[in-house]
């Protein structure tokens, strides 16, 4: 569970922060990210769809309004000015959120790929803030890890959606094998029945674990870092191949 009012400080933080990295970067739009194919301005521009998107889910919610949220395409002769109105329109609709009593929260929000339920959708939105900002930094020369405030929201979003990414899959883990990702506190241990993955059973035993800290163990499940920037013990080609198996996002 996390509150509304948590969620829209951790959002707003991060989106602050993002702001800030680009007004100190000089917004140099042309420069390339960790991310294959995109540039700084391909970022800021999926980044004020993304808001604008995750703001119109809240409020057709919250305001029990019929729909699904879209977002808002970015103007590319003002990607700066789209940006922050998508970032000022989620936190006015987050705040719209807090304002609620607990009993008037809306289940689920209509995003664009179904109804997510509210909670899960609030990591989301709190994962998706943490991790661009930190693909930003990253591409601006500065510190690029993951803020510890984001680390649960990033876990629970891994945690939920590992099926849906591992729907994206180019390859596929031998049947049986076990993969297992530890930080400091996030622990996830999946199981290939060659079909499908599943929570491994406590106590299995894994043919990989992967470890490091809570921000660099996620943001390489994330595909932000390199398997180098962890530890690996076991099968380290099995490691290898982790964003073949779960792609993504």
């Not at 660099?216 to 290898?240: C, I, K, M, S």
């Amino acid at each position: 569970m996390i509150e509304p009012t948590h969620a829209r400080r951790l959002v707003a933080g991060s989106w602050q922060r993002f702001a800030g990295l680009l007004d100190a970067g000089g917004a140099d739009l042309s420069a390339p990210t960790r991310l294959p194919g995109w540039s700084v301005g391909d970022l800021v521009a999926h980044t004020a769809w993304g808001t604008s998107m995750e703001a119109e889910a809240l409020e057709l919610a919250v305001r029990r309004s019929p729909g699904r949220a879209a977002g808002t395409p970015p103007d590319p002769a003002d990607l700066r000015g789209s940006w922050e109105a998508g970032r000022a329109r989620l936190v006015a609709a987050l705040d719209e959120l807090a304002a609620l009593d607990a009993a008037d929260l809306p289940a689920a929000l209509p995003m664009p790929y179904g109804d997510v339920p509210l909670t899960l959708a609030l990591h989301t939105f709190v994962m998706e803030a943490a991790v661009h900002t930190s693909d930003l930094a990253h591409a601006l020369g500065q510190p690029g890890g993951l803020d510890d405030g984001a680390v649960p929201s990033t876990a629970e979003f891994l945690t939920s959606f590992w099926d849906v990414l591992a729907a994206g899959a180019t390859e596929h883990a031998p049947a049986g094998s076990t993969l297992r990702l530890r930080g400091t506190s996030v622990d996830v241990a999946r199981t290939y029945d060659g079909g499908a993955w599943a929570v491994a059973p406590p106590g299995s035993t894994a043919d990989v674990m992967v470890t490091g800290d809570d921000g660099t163990v996620l943001l390489f499940a994330l595909g932000r870092v390199p398997l180098d920037a962890l530890d690996v013990a076991g099968d380290r080609q099995l490691a290898a191949r982790f964003k073949q198996l779960v792609p993504g996002p």
